[in-house]
């Protein structure tokens, strides 16, 4: 079903349709106070922000304590039998 005014095109009656303004008072959500904020909002960003900038300042710390690699490091050559020679040998007749 279309609606069509008598001797108009329908790109006349798109244009009458959407130019048409609300008559019955409702004016889409948009009363008297849309779009201000109160000094609780603003009070309540300047918080957020606040714990924003004090958890970047934690996870900094954080992550200058995280190491470069998570490889492990095989001691050197020369250490291997110095570490071996100070553990104790076991008697298998425990």
Do not use: R
């Given at each position: 079903m279309t609606?069509?005014?008598?001797?108009a095109g329908p790109v006349e009656t798109?244009?009458?349709v959407l130019a048409q303004q609300p008559g019955n008072g409702d004016n889409g959500g948009q009363g008297e106070d849309f779009g201000k904020s109160s000094p609780v909002g603003f009070l309540l960003l300047l918080i957020f922000l606040v714990a924003v900038a004090f958890l970047v300042r934690s996870m900094t710390k954080h992550l200058k304590r995280v190491p470069a690699s998570f490889d492990k490091e095989e001691?050197?050559?020369e250490?291997?039998?110095?570490?071996?020679?100070k553990q104790p040998e076991k008697s298998e007749s425990s």
């Open positions: 609606f069509a005014l008598p001797g798109t244009a009458l001691p050197a050559e250490e291997k039998p110095e570490a071996e020679a």
